[in-house]
C-alpha cells in the first residue's frame, strides 16, 4: 500500500502527526505570554496541539482545520474544546473571538495571496474590538537550501506499529516542499506539503490591505526581536 497526500485527511497520518508533535509545547509560553484575555480562535488547529493546552490553561478554544481526519484525532481529547471542520480561507462562525491564531506556519498552507487574503478577511470577521491577530510564520530569509533526507521513528497509537519518518525539504523562491515518507513494513505514506514562502513586505501589505496593522513584531518564541537571521517569524496584528 503506498498512497499519496497532499492535504492530511487520512486517520494514520493525523495519528502519526498527534504521536509526533502532541507533546511539543515550544510556542506555548509566547501565547501565553502575548494573548489578551478571552477566546481563542485557532485557525489549522490540527490535532489539537497547542488548542488543547490553551483549554488547559482556562481558556475558551475553537479550533479549526480542513482535514476531517486530523479533526477526528483533536476530538479525542478531553478537554472542552470546540471543534470544527472548515477552510480557514471560507468561513463564517458568526461570533467574534479576543485572540485568532495561525501557529507553526499555518497560513503558509494556503496556495496563494489570494487565499492569504481571503483568510485575513475571515480573521478580520471574526476578532472582536481590541483583538489580537498572531501569526507564526517561516522566516522566509533562513528557510533556504535544500536538506537531506532526515529519519526518525515514530510509534502509531493505535496498532502500536513504529514507522519510520523520512523528511526531505526543497526549497524554491516562492514555495518550499516538503516530502514526508512514513514506512512500516509493507505499509508507506507519501506526504507532501507545498508551502508559501511569505515574506515581512508581503504579510505586511496584506494585513494592511485586510484591515490590521503589525503591532508587534519577533524572531523566535522567547520574544526576541526580529532579524533576517531568526528561528521564526512571529506577527502580532491588530484591527485598524
Ligand atoms: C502542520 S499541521 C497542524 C498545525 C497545528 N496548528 C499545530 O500547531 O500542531 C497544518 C494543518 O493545516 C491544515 N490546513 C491546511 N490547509 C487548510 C485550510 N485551507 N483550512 C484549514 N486548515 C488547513 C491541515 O489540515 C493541517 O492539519
Not at 97 to 117: C, D, H, R
Not at 135 to 156: H, Q, V, W
Not at 171 to 178: V, Y
Request: hydrophobic share 40%.
Amino acid at each position: 500500500m503506498s498512497p499519496s497526500r497532499r492535504d492530511y485527511d487520512d486517520h494514520l497520518l493525523a495519528r502519526l502527526y498527534d504521536a509526533e508533535y502532541d507533546e511539543i509545547d515550544a510556542d506555548l509560553s509566547f501565547y501565553l505570554d502575548h494573548l489578551e484575555p478571552g477566546s481563542v480562535l485557532e485557525l489549522a488547529c490540527g490535532t489539537g496541539r497547542l488548542a488543547v493546552s490553551l483549554s488547559r490553561q482556562g481558556r475558551q478554544v475553537v479550533g479549526l482545520d480542513a482535514a476531517p481526519a486530523m479533526i477526528a484525532r483533536a476530538r479525542q481529547h478531553p478537554e472542552p474544546v470546540e471543534w470544527v471542520v472548515a477552510d480557514m480561507a471560507n468561513f463564517s462562525l458568526e461570533r467574534t473571538f479576543g485572540n485568532i491564531v495561525i501557529p507553526f506556519s499555518g497560513l503558509a498552507f494556503l496556495p496563494n495571496t489570494e487565499t492569504q487574503l481571503r483568510c485575513l478577511a475571515c480573521c478580520r470577521q471574526h476578532l472582536s474590538s481590541n483583538g489580537l491577530l498572531i501569526l507564526d510564520l517561516m522566516n522566509p530569509e533562513t528557510s533556504t537550501g535544500d536538506s537531506n533526507p532526515l529519519d526518525r521513528t515514530i510509534k502509531d497509537p493505535l496498532t502500536e506499529q513504529i514507522f519510520t519518518k523520512t523528511t526531505q525539504v526543497k526549497s524554491g523562491l516562492e514555495k518550499i516542499e516538503i516530502f514526508y515518507t512514513y514506512t512500516s513494513g509493507a505499509i508507506q505514506l507519501n506526504h507532501t506539503l507545498n508551502l508559501c514562502r511569505i515574506s515581512l513586505a508581503q504579510i505586511t501589505e496584506a494585513l494592511e490591505i485586510s484591515g490590521f496593522f503589525i503591532h508587534e513584531t519577533y524572531g523566535d518564541y522567547r520574544s526576541n526581536p526580529y532579524t533576517s537571521r531568526s528561528p521564526r517569524l512571529l506577527l502580532i496584528a491588530i484591527a485598524m
